[in-house]
T-cell receptor, first 115, second 112 residues
Framework: AQKITQTQPGMFVQEKEAVTLDCTYD???????LFWYKQPSSGEMIFLIY??????QNATEGRYSLNFQKARKSANLVISASQLGDSAMYFC????????????FGTGTSLTVIP | DTEVTQTPKHLVMGMTNKKSLKCEQH?????MYWYKQKAKKPPELMFV???????INESVPSRFSPECPNSSLLNLHLHALQPEDSALYLC???????????FGEGSRLTVL
């Protein structure tokens, strides 16, 4: 079974609008972390936001927020007020306490912001 | 500015060449990683070093040989590569067993 599932290969959003990128995960470890990364065409993987499994509140970092629904095992990324520079690949990832230094990545979502 | 530095940024090599990719971090991280990434695909884990010891080897062909000379440096030695090995090679580091991955800008490898 896939540890991380991203079901949206490609998404389009109008500039200044909000967009939600979906991510679901599968784990039996009660302690885990969820991460979102942005990868522009230049190739660098940029860390955006982190949510711990025991965190009570949804994580936020500037225009990025993580909609964490633990019972549904989902960790969707919300980008508010989209900008042209947000056009990139976005990867959801998970790290389990039990497996330590093994990170599981989803297949990614390609986001295009339309002017 | 990325805190994980990779060199070279671009590398073109023939199938009989020997080359090395280098990675350096000064964040005190004790876990260091090599990933291979093809276009529009997620990164694929190759190797993980934890406290300078190889802890994960994802059945990578022996033409790729990792080396961790000290806690700040990670090398990937390349020998007799195939054209299908052409990819973006990403180095990353993290605290051991916790926290996020910090990636370098990557080394884009082309094998002719």
């Amino acid at each position: 079974a896939q540890k991380i599932t991203q079901t949206q290969p490609g998404m389009f959003v109008q500039e200044k609008e909000a967009v939600t990128l979906d991510c679901t995960y599968d784990t039996s470890d009660p302690s885990y972390g969820l991460f979102w990364y942005k990868q522009p065409s230049s190739g660098e993987m940029i860390f955006l936001i982190y949510q711990g499994s025991y965190d009570q509140q949804n994580a936020t970092e500037g225009r990025y927020s993580l909609n964490f629904q633990k019972a549904r095992k989902s960790a969707n990324l919300v980008i508010s007020a989209s900008q042209l520079g947000d056009s990139a690949m976005y990867f959801c990832a998970m790290r389990e306490h039990f497996t330590g230094n093994q990170f599981y990545f989803g297949t990614g979502t390609s986001l295009t912001v339309i002017p | 500015d990325t805190e994980v530095t990779q060199t070279p940024k671009h590398l073109v090599m023939g199938m009989t060449n020997k080359k090395s990719l280098k990675c350096e971090q000064h964040m005190g991280h004790r876990a260091m990683y090599w990933y291979k990434q093809k276009a529009k695909k997620p990164p694929e884990l190759m190797f993980v070093y934890s406290y300078e010891k190889l802890s994960i080897n994802e059945s990578v062909p022996s033409r790729f040989s990792p080396e961790c000379p000290n806690s700040s440096l990670l090398n990937l030695h390349l020998h007799a590569l195939q054209p299908e090995d052409s990819a973006l090679y990403l180095c990353a580091s993290s605290q051991d067993r916790v926290g996020e991955l910090f990636f370098g800008e990557g080394s884009r490898l082309t094998v002719l």
